[in-house]
């Protein structure tokens, strides 16, 4: 079983947001596999069902971004998911709007979501997906920045980005994720 968590903010209000770009990625990946996400506990809305002969869970935490460790744990004890057997994708303002990287540890890199991840999983050695945003100009505060919407010009960017992003989750499900790695880390 795979376990595919996109890490963002619930509520109309923080849609189409920077920060909620694992979020897009997950609607795109239950679009893709033609999982509906209609499963509401467990701190998160989800979604179950098969693709590629694999069974696959896709989960955004409903936490707000500062709590997203406490869905996510509770879904994988509650399913009895294996750390090798997660990936969690999130917005990094430290790549280039349009890039993804694919790692498998590293620190929070001040990123709230990830924080709360290593808290709750106690590593930080778990499967990640960073999508590009970018740093917000000088003077712009990042808070506000990371909620704000992609601009027009940066829109078509973030579509392709999205879709090579679920790319990415959809070879995992039939290679070892160091290969997924090794394929998207150009």
Not at 64 to 83: K, T
């Amino acid at each position: 079983m795979k376990l595919y968590v996109g890490l963002g903010n619930p509520g109309k209000q923080y849609e189409n947001t920077r920060h909620n770009i694992g979020f897009k990625v997950i609607d795109e990946l239950a679009k893709r596999f033609s999982i509906p996400l209609n499963q509401a506990k467990l701190k998160g809305v989800f979604g179950i069902g098969y693709y590629g002969g694999k069974r696959v869970i896709l989960l955004k935490p409903l936490t707000y971004m500062n709590l997203s460790g406490e869905s996510i744990r509770a879904v994988m004890d509650y399913f009895q998911i294996e750390l090798e057997d997660i990936v969690v994708i999130y917005d990094d303002l430290d790549l280039p709007a349009g890039k993804i990287r694919l790692r498998q540890k590293g620190s929070a890199g001040g990123h709230n979501g990830i924080k709360s991840t290593i808290a709750h999983l106690g590593t930080q050695s778990f499967n990640r997906i960073r999508v590009g945003i970018d740093r917000p100009m000088k003077g712009m505060a990042v808070p506000d920045y990371v909620l704000g919407r992609f601009s027009k010009e940066e829109q078509p960017v973030m579509e392709e980005t999205t879709l090579l992003c679920a790319d990415a989750c959809e070879a995992w499900l039939g290679k070892p994720f160091l290969e997924v790695m090794n394929s998207y880390n150009q």
